[in-house]
């Protein structure tokens, strides 16, 4: 009967680790992203000064 039991908490530990490496992985993937947008609209402001300034 307590087998049962230790399965049950088995799975419980495999989800919660499989939850936490999801996690970690979207955590890391927000960053990227969150450098890519920093990068483009930095380069957008320098292009919109670079078109005001040719006439």
Known sequence: MATVFDKKGESIDKVKEEYEAE???LVKKIGEL???VDFLKKKHK???EMRKRKP
């Open 34 to 36: 969150t450098l890519d």
């Open 23 to 25: 996690k970690e992985r």
């Open 46 to 48: 320098q292009v919109s």
